[in-house]
């Protein structure tokens, strides 16, 4: 996939894309995945076969965000750096369909972000009764 995302994109723009060399890049990969806590790998099999990959990290505020004009600065970002799927599962669905989450309901805080601020929406309720 990533040979392939290669040469689509040094298609597209040959100035600023070149087809990367396969050579040793499952070495490569495997060695550089754990390395940094802040950053985070995830690929999507099918059939027993990796049909995408998306590498993300979380930046850190910075540190001179006060005096900039976008407020975002200010705040952790997560940044993707690289999402691919294989061609022949693309706009298929194969990374996500829909996202979930739980959250303490009673929550002054949690539910309202979630609902209000994100735009989750409630589909059912997990109930709890103590047995002891």
């Not at 972000?113 to 997990?126: A, D, H, K, N, V």
Request: proline share 8%; glycine share 10%.
């Amino acid at each position: 996939m990533h040979g392939d995302f290669g040469h689509l994109y040094a298609e597209l723009a040959p100035a600023g894309f070149h087809v990367p060399d396969d050579d040793g890049l499952v070495e490569y990969r495997a060695a550089n995945v754990d390395r940094d806590p802040s950053t985070l790998w995830l690929v999507a099999e099918l059939g027993g076969g990796v049909v995408g990959v998306l590498y993300a990290r979380l930046t850190p505020p910075y540190p001179a965000a006060r005096r900039e004009l976008d407020p975002a600065l200010a705040g952790s970002k997560l940044q993707i750096d690289y999402l691919v799927t294989d061609e022949r599962h693309r706009r298929r669905g194969i990374g996500a369909t829909v996202a979930t989450t739980a959250t303490y309901a009673e929550s002054p805080l949690s539910a309202p972000f979630w609902q209000e601020r994100i735009g989750y929406r409630t589909r059912s309720l997990l109930l709890v009764r103590p047995l002891a």
